[in-house]
């Protein structure tokens, strides 16, 4: 049974940083792409970051980029989003999600069948 993991969530000061973990485990394989998505009060989904695991290549949203970024560990089971210069617009619950299939459009998350139950990112301002 796939499981996604998230930790790392918190309440931050505008300016400061967060870093999010995200651990996938229970497939017999790796994924192929993990991204992370969030949703804030009263707004939609929204793709932050994806990677595709085998080569490496990042995606990120517009609002995120330069401030966000998002790497895996060796083994490519352990996935961290650092966040920094946060601000309260970046307020949302956090989710990690992943793909086995070997495809998909990073940052859409109508491509991703597996998700975690999400860490909240709190910035004041």
């Known amino acids: 049974q796939v499981q996604l993991l998230e930790s790392g969530g918190g309440s931050v000061q505008a300016g400061g940083s967060l870093r999010l973990s995200c651990v996938v485990s229970?497939?017999?394989?790796?994924?192929?792409?993990v991204a992370w998505f969030r949703q804030g009060p009263g707004k939609e989904r929204e793709g932050v970051a994806a990677?595709?695991?085998?080569?490496?290549?990042?995606y990120y949203a517009d609002s995120v980029k330069g401030r966000f970024t998002l790497s895996q560990d060796n083994a490519k089971t352990t996935f961290f989003l650092q966040m920094n210069d946060l601000k309260p617009e970046d307020t949302a619950m956090y989710y990690c999600a992943a793909d086995f299939t070997g495809w998909v459009r990073p940052l859409y998350s109508d491509e991703y069948n597996y998700w975690g139950q999400g860490t909240q990112v709190t910035v004041s301002s």
């Open positions: 229970g497939y017999t394989r790796i994924a192929s792409a």
């Open positions: 990677i595709y695991t085998g080569g490496g290549s990042t």
